[in-house]
């Protein structure tokens, strides 16, 4: 893991030791939107407008940053609308590269063999981390977003006029709820298990593991009386949470020591992922494989002989029986 200083690549690890032993995450520096008619979006400049193959992202097949903008590339249609590069699962001492690799699509916007140069070109005094996803404007040469929070929501709506469908991930309706709910999930939870798994202290790394714990105990609750977080049609929060579930047995268990108790031990969560990872093209988006490969093999401070587990096994296509839960919500609605 490096980062760009004027433009100058480094290989530089998290600093932790000015944070006592706490993994701080950088916030992500470019912040334009795609909207219908190219006016500003909530935070910096106007002049991208939502067109056909104007747009381009480049993301990890590894990454939960990155799965959500694939997932909502998947749910809204938007495949022949906006072009796709997929990095290497290892990132090395240069950072996210296009080496050929499972999983691996190529640049063929940019024809970089690594990422930093992407960021380069749109700034070439770029100082910060080179991360994934990108929103990439083809037609004016830049980065427009690296902030997947933003960039989802952009796909939600921004595109329906040119080609995405009418799906809608955020109601209006559930807005504020929504947005309380991803504080609370990435707080605790998405980026919990980074700051267990990255914490350099036995405080920092308990205090972080006990966040994600108590987290997944309340919504194992929640979900005892929901099918979804909100009710039931799965939402934005939804799909921000499954990207760290579905990851969670399979390398935070381990590699990040959030090994309290796995998914599958909590049946309305384990339940909830598999439901999830059902619906239609959700699938497609998922690589264990890669993710384990990326976990294990690049964070060489974490896992220094870099061997990969083969397990564990995970079933995410057996039956959900999630579907009792949207009529209990409906009663508890009514009453």
């Known amino acids: 893991m490096g980062l760009l200083i004027d433009g100058k690549w480094h290989t530089d690890w998290y600093d932790t030791k000015s944070t006592g032993g706490k993994f701080e995450r950088q916030a992500s520096s470019f912040r334009n939107w795609v909207t219908p008619d190219g006016q500003p979006g909530p935070t910096g400049i106007g002049g991208f407008k939502a067109e056909p193959d104007r747009y381009h992202l480049y993301v990890s097949l590894a990454c939960p940053w990155a799965h959500r903008t694939t997932i909502y590339r998947k749910l809204k249609g938007l ?51 080179v991360t994934v996803p990108i929103l990439w404007d083809k037609k004016t040469q830049t980065i427009v977003s690296n902030e997947s929070s933003e960039i989802i929501r952009m796909l939600n709506s921004a ?35 980074y700051r267990a798994g990255f914490a350099t202290t036995q405080r920092a790394y308990e205090q972080a593991v006990g966040d994600v714990f108590d987290a997944l ?99 995410f296509t057996s039956a959900h029986n999630r579907e009792a839960k949207s009529s209990l919500s409906n009663q508890f609605m009514a009453s």
Request: net charge negative; charged share 25%; aromatic share 12%.
């Open 79 to 129: 495949e022949d609308v906006i072009s796709m590069s997929v990095v290497n699962a290892y990132m090395g001492d240069d950072g996210w590269s296009f080496a050929p690799g499972d999983g691996v699509v190529e640049d063929t916007v940019n024809h970089m063999d690594l990422l930093h140069k992407i960021y380069s070109k749109a700034r070439p005094d770029y100082t910060g981390r």
């Open 159 to 193: 595109f329906d006029q040119v080609g995405a469908n009418s799906l809608d991930l955020l109601p209006q309706s559930l807005v504020a709820e929504i947005d309380e709910l991803n504080t609370f999930i990435y707080d605790a939870i998405n980026n919990g298990v």
């Open 217 to 315: 105990d309340k919504l194992e609750s929640r979900l005892e009386t929901k099918r979804y977080l909100t009710g039931d049609v799965p939402v934005e929060a939804d799909w921000r949470l499954f990207t760290t579930l579905v990851r969670f047995d399979a390398v935070y268990v381990g590699h990040f020591k959030c090994n309290r108790q796995r998914i599958v031990d909590y049946p309305n969560l384990w339940g909830y992922l598999k439901d999830l990872y059902q619906q239609p093209g959700i699938s497609e988006t998922v690589n264990i494989q890669y993710i384990k490969e990326h976990y294990y093999r690049s964070h060489e401070t974490i896992n220094p002989s870099r061997v990969i587990p083969v397990g564990p096994d995970l079933d």
